[in-house]
């Protein structure tokens, strides 16, 4: 039985698979990112996901072959290490387990945990890749100045759209509609409130906010469809910077895979796919096998030394609502 988690800015998704590849049973906690709330959000949203995954199993913890936490955040401060990486023995009670970023989740996923790059793009963006061994992180920079073509990215420039075209510094577009029935506001400067007051510039909420973002491009908005452009545009350019980290050579195919929840709008993933596609690099664009929770687990057996096989691969691969079943996931 193995473990992954998969952390996020949004929600903390938990899941148990067998070595048959039958996933035993799922579950979401909060978020764990811990850079707004403080560092012992950790531990309590890893206890709560991890006691209601094993409830709905009918396991212990102490079943658990192996576990993989993909944490937000993780390596991003040194000296948070310890901590973090203390966390899942508190919640286990064993120390069958391994903590890295949640970038990790995402690869291992999307590529069934094989040499190539895997791009993220939920409520912040990055990509992680692998060759011969050796990862490589380009990316995840944060919100502040960093994150491009991430969800959060999009909504603070739909929101700066919107107030420009508010004030008439754009002709105002469908952009505009959208956000304020989105919003519910009796007035446009009541955003300032909704933003900054209701929400206290929560990250997760303000990036829910791509989605009003990308109906507006649906609508013909034409400042909207720009910016999820440049989203896919910038998500591009970190898989760029990755394969020459790498150091993949100029005649080797390349496979890149995508997750996040920000590739659910089509104007992102197109310009994203013509962005690799103008590129002189021999880019293998493959759609996600696995969700990244599923490649957390995946890469928990790995690391245990007992890599799932081809049949349970399979197996994995056709389980209700998954990436790889043609099911919405």
Not at 110 to 127: E, F, K, P, R
Not at 155 to 179: C, H, K, T, W
Not at 246 to 259: A, C, H, K, N, R
Request: contains cysteine.
């Amino acid at each position: 039985m193995f473990l992954g988690v998969d952390g996020g800015g949004t929600k903390t998704a938990f899941c148990l698979v067998d070595r048959s590849g039958q996933v035993m049973a799922q579950a979401q906690a909060a978020s764990s990112y811990y850079f707004s709330y403080g560092i012992d959000l950790v531990e309590r949203v890893l206890k709560e996901g991890v006691d209601a995954v094993c409830a709905a199993a009918g396991l212990t913890p102490a079943d658990i072959e192996y576990a993989f936490f993909g944490l937000p955040g993780y390596g991003e401060a040194a000296g948070d290490l310890p901590v973090l990486n203390a966390a899942p023995r508190a919640v286990l009670g064993h120390d069958r387990y391994a903590c890295n970023n949640d970038m990790v989740c995402g690869w291992a996923g999307s590529l069934g945990a094989v040499d190539g790059i895997n791009v993220i793009s939920g409520t912040g963006s990055m990509t992680y890749g692998e060759r011969l061994g050796r990862g490589v992180r380009i990316g995840g920079w944060g919100e502040l100045f960093g994150d491009e073509g991430s969800a959060y990215w999009i909504a603070i420039r739909g929101l700066n759209a919107f107030s420009r075209m508010s004030d008439g510094r754009l002709p105002e577009g469908p952009l505009s509609g959208v956000l304020r029935r989105h919003l519910d506001l009796a007035s446009d400067l009541d955003v300032i409130d909704v933003v900054h007051n209701r929400w206290q510039g929560e990250r997760g909420r303000i990036a829910t906010l791509s989605r009003p973002v990308a109906e507006a491009a649906g609508l013909g908005d034409e400042v909207a469809a720009a910016i999820l452009a440049e989203a896919g545009r910038e998500l591009a350019q970190l898989v760029e910077v990755t394969r020459e980290r790498l150091e993949f050579g100029p005649d080797e195919t390349v496979p890149v895979s995508y997750s996040g929840g920000t590739f659910g709008a089509d104007a992102v993933l197109e310009a994203f796919t013509t962005g690799l596609k103008n590129r002189f690099t021999d880019y293998e664009l493959r759609y996600p096998l696995y969700e990244p929770v599923i490649g957390a687990a995946l890469y928990a057996a790995k690391l245990a030394g007992t890599p799932l096989d081809r049949p349970a691969l399979d197996a994995l691969r056709t389980v209700p609502g998954s990436l790889a079943s043609g099911e919405d996931a």
